[in-house]
């Protein structure tokens, strides 16, 4: 709530809280926690832009990524809570040795594209943010999106993270 005051103190238009700032992350705040902090953010005048989460898709364990998705669907639905237009998730950094990039992409895409069904649900927007991790390229951002093919994926452009060559260019 701190960050709330600090926010409008100095005249921002929203805030994204990020679900990793929340207190007891992983696990979503409950409704009464939620709906305080939302109403303290109307009454400073601040708009919720977004929210985020810590994933991984890229390691070769299945079951780490499908709890990874349910941990995703949870912070959807509080993002739909808070008001908020989309969620923050990253690609994934895993170590997948052993499989090819292909292979990643693949399992990756799916992954994605079965949050982008449960953000849909919801109205809310999955945001992929590019980190360094596997995801290193424009094309290798415009690959992705090719494979997962929703509407309801939108991209978290981080363009320090374009460390390939000239990432103005990219």
């Not at 109403?39 to 708009?47: K, Q, T």
Request: glycine letters at 10%.
């Amino acid at each position: 709530f701190d960050v709330l005051d600090f926010c409008a103190e100095h005249n921002f238009d929203a805030i994204d809280p990020t679900g990793y700032y929340f207190p007891g992350y992983p696990d979503v705040p409950d409704d009464e926690y939620i709906n305080r902090f939302k109403r303290e953010a109307f009454l400073l005048g601040l708009d919720i832009s977004g929210t985020g989460v810590r994933n991984d898709f890229a390691t070769p364990d299945g079951d780490s990524r499908q709890a990874d998705i349910s941990m995703i669907r949870e912070w959807v639905e509080a993002a739909a809570k808070l008001g908020s237009t989309n969620i923050r998730i990253f690609p994934g950094k895993g170590d997948y040795t052993g499989h090819s990039r292909d292979d990643v992409s693949g399992w990756m895409a799916d992954d994605i594209r079965t949050c982008c069904e449960i953000g849909e649900q919801y109205g809310v927007m999955i945001a992929v943010q590019n980190h360094n991790d596997f995801l290193k390229t424009s094309a290798d951002i415009e690959r992705l999106f090719a494979m997962v093919d929703s509407g309801w994926l939108g991209l978290n452009l981080d363009i320090g993270s374009l460390r390939q060559g000239n990432a103005y260019d990219e």
